[in-house]
């Protein structure tokens, strides 16, 4: 009895089953919300709600100052009103989660004594996933709430005061 083409029909049955294993070993992900981010791991904040300063209001506060020197503020709050105005994204209002219009964003911006070098906070809603076996936490943001300065007619800090905020697709 010929051997040879035993042997050839278990090496292809292997060489099948090795790929059958691998297919199986490979991670399934979820693409988040840009081409480039995936979001893999084990859900551990379905919705996590936190406040970012990114403006220092501490001259003497070394440490802010260090945390944001990456930060281009300005930047990133231009780009918020922007899409709101090019239709890229919708903005809600805080208070009632109603949808605002582009003409109501521009009213808060028309407020006498407002700027958006005043935007000071903003707040996250995240999810935080983790993989223990890569060692990777990633967080998906589900919507960013701008925040601005607000203060007395003599000039005074009370505050912050919530302008508008952003569901992430």
């Known amino acids: 009895m010929n051997k040879l083409p035993q042997l050839k029909h278990i090496v292809f049955m292997a060489i099948c089953f090795a790929f059958i294993i691998q297919a199986c070993n490979q991670e399934t992900t979820s693409t988040g919300s840009s081409a480039n981010s995936t979001i893999s791991g084990e859900l551990l904040a379905d919705t996590i709600i936190y406040t970012v300063e990114i403006k220092n209001y501490d001259p003497n506060d070394h440490w802010t100052n ?79 709430l701008v925040s601005y300065e607000a203060t007395t007619q003599d000039g005074d800090f009370l505050g912050h005061k919530a302008a508008f905020y952003i569901k992430m697709k």
């Open 66 to 144: 260090e945390c944001l020197s990456k930060l281009d503020r300005s930047k990133m709050v231009d780009k918020f009103f922007e899409s709101v105005y090019n239709h890229n994204a919708q903005a809600y209002n805080y208070m009632t989660e109603a949808p605002m219009s582009v003409s109501e964003v521009k009213a808060i911006e028309e407020q006498e004594g407002f700027s958006r070098d005043q935007v000071g906070k903003l707040q996250f809603w995240e999810s935080w996933y983790y993989d223990e076996n890569k060692q990777i936490m990633t967080k998906k943001v589900l919507a960013i």
